[in-house]
């Protein structure tokens, strides 16, 4: 606030406001406590936020405002919600958007919360479940991936679905128990990843998947790993490898570029942030988009080996997407398979939930049989 003005700096206190069950009731001094500390630091909270797992009363909330030194109407109650999108429509029925706009003396219209309260309303009740293995090998931290998980939530919005998500270690995965892992999932999904381990389990649930006819998205690492799967057993190139994984592979399906190799510097060769990438009319990747143009979110360094393009298409894989320049392949299909998509991007990086991410959105109709 000395650096820049107080008025452009707002304190937010978020605090826990614990109920205790032996008496029957929420404890305040936690919360004054520990904006006692705050101010000892010179710092003064301009809004309280009440964490709590039941209501907090009017007259705890004025003790509250009272011994912090803010203002009643400053002092927010964030109760336990039954979904995390029920949060801003219960912070905007105490005013907290407008206590923000007034102290930064912003002259803005009252926000129009209906698309967000018909949300609310689908998200609680969803008539539906899709059922979806995730293969990855970072499944026991499942915040490495909650961005998929999300998106492929946002997806299940839009068709009154709730998603279940099957956590597969990759690891776990080999061709004698893939049907009993995957046999149940409605779609299978392979995300982005990094390193050997795990790397054969992958291949061996997109085979399942594409041999299956089971609805498929490989994203990034999936999609680089679905290639090799169909090199191996469509195309018969014994040793089919990434040479990322596999740098003596004789057939190294996912290379560097010629102009790559060379350099050292790993983030020279890191192809990272926002890319355009060109549809081909007639696919799935068009259709999902409606658009000949499309920005995705990139972070990978080796590409498909353009080398091998013909033998891929001569056998029934789609480059449905790539750089304008036709030179990087961006999203590979399958068209005889009921959904068979990969894409070398993250797509799950753009997805919201009233907007679910367009190859979200058709997986999981793919999934849901629709």
Known sequence: KNDIGKENVMYVHCTLVPYLAAAGELKTKPTQHSVKELRSYG????????????????????????????????????????????????????????????????????????????????VTHLEKTTKIALVGKYVELRD????????????????????EIDWINAEDVTRENVNELLGSADGILVPGGFGERGIEGKIEATRFARENNVPFFGICLGMQLATVEFARNVLNLEGAHSAEIDPATPYPIIDL??????????????????????????????AAYSSELVYERHRHRYEFGNEFREQFEANGMVFSGTSPDGRLVEIIEI??????VACQFHPELISRPERPQALFHDFIQASLGE
């Open 43 to 122: 710092i003064q909270p301009d809004i309280i936020v009440l964490r709590a797992e039941h209501p907090v009363p009017q007259e705890m909330k004025d003790k509250i405002a009272l011994f912090c030194d803010t203002r009643p109407e400053a002092v927010i109650e964030a109760q336990d919600a039954s979904t995390l999108y029920e949060v801003p429509l219960n912070l905007q029925r105490q005013g907290m958007d407008q206590l923000v706009c007034d102290y930064f003396k912003f002259d803005t219209p009252v926000a129009d919360m209906t698309a967000w309260k018909q949300l609310v309303h689908t």
């Open 144 to 163: 490495a991936y909650i961005s998929v998980a999300e998106a492929l939530k946002h997806a299940g919005f839009a068709f009154n679905s709730d998603i």
């Open 257 to 286: 570029l010629p102009e790559q190799k060379d350099i050292e510097d790993l983030g020279g060769t890191l192809r990272l942030g926002l890319y355009p990438c060109k549809l081909e009319d007639g696919t799935k990747a068009r």
């Open 335 to 340: 068209p005889e398979h009921k959904w068979f």
